[in-house]
Antibody
């Protein structure tokens, strides 16, 4: 069955960077987009961006442009999200999510989040 | 930027029908999805592409989308359906989530 296993909780100081991993199993890694979504305490879900695990291309949410980087290691079926210049507002649970649509040639309206990782709590505090 | 608006809370009695709405400009021209999130857990998709139900999701969950409003309907609501529900759509190659609706079964 599809599984997305994320790395453990992190505590960072303001201005630092954090890198969260997401190891996929149970399906062909290169055939489905992976998204990153975060959720601050008591807040709505917020989409961070999307990565094509096959070619590595990415699209980031405008709000995070310049601070977020998504990468992948196809040999390990793992994707990563790195967020730099952390501030208190970045404290949240970070989720990776596997897309539900087969194929990585294009994405859009039809795409959705079919399976989610368990979440990684990132706390930014001085 | 595009916005999706949901009521903060909806209450329903067990066995009754719950309807949760999601409003956005010309939302009916886009696909809407719905996610269920219970406290301390990751979200789970219950409806995608307006009306489709993933394997394992009970038939009591259904969706519709027309005009400016998408609706998630839960027929014969059970206590286990108490959760937060988020709608989601795409706009200009960006994912947008609604603010979430807390469904209380009482």
């Amino acid at each position: 069955q599809v599984q997305l296993v994320q790395s453990g909780a992190e505590v960072k100081k303001p201005g630092a960077s954090v890198k969260v991993s997401c190891k996929a199993s149970g399906y062909t890694f290169s055939n489905y987009y992976i998204h990153w979504v975060r959720q601050a305490p008591g807040q709505r879900l917020e989409w961070m961006g999307i990565i094509n695990p096959s070619g590595g291309s990415t699209t980031y949410a405008q709000k995070l442009q310049g601070r977020v980087t998504m990468t992948r290691d196809t040999s390990a079926s793992t994707v990563y999200v790195e967020l730099s210049s952390l501030r208190s507002e970045d404290s949240a649970v970070y989720y990776c999510a596997k897309d539900g649509v087969l194929g990585v040639n294009d994405y859009g309206d039809q795409n959705y989040f079919a399976a989610w990782g368990q979440g990684t709590l990132v706390t930014v505090s001085s | 930027s595009y916005e999706l608006t949901q009521p903060p809370s909806v209450s329903v009695s067990p066995g009754q029908t719950a309807s949760i709405t999601c409003s956005g400009d010309t939302l009916g021209s886009k696909y809407a999805c719905w996610y269920q999130q219970k406290p301390g857990q990751s979200p789970v998709v219950v409806i995608y592409q307006d009306t489709k139900r993933p394997a394992g999701i009970p038939e009591r969950f259904s969706g519709s989308n027309s005009g400016n409003t998408a609706t998630l309907t839960i027929s014969g609501t059970q206590a286990m359906d108490e959760a937060d529900y988020y709608c989601q759509a795409w706009d200009s190659s960006t994912v947008v989530f609604g603010g979430g609706t807390k469904l209380t079964v009482l």
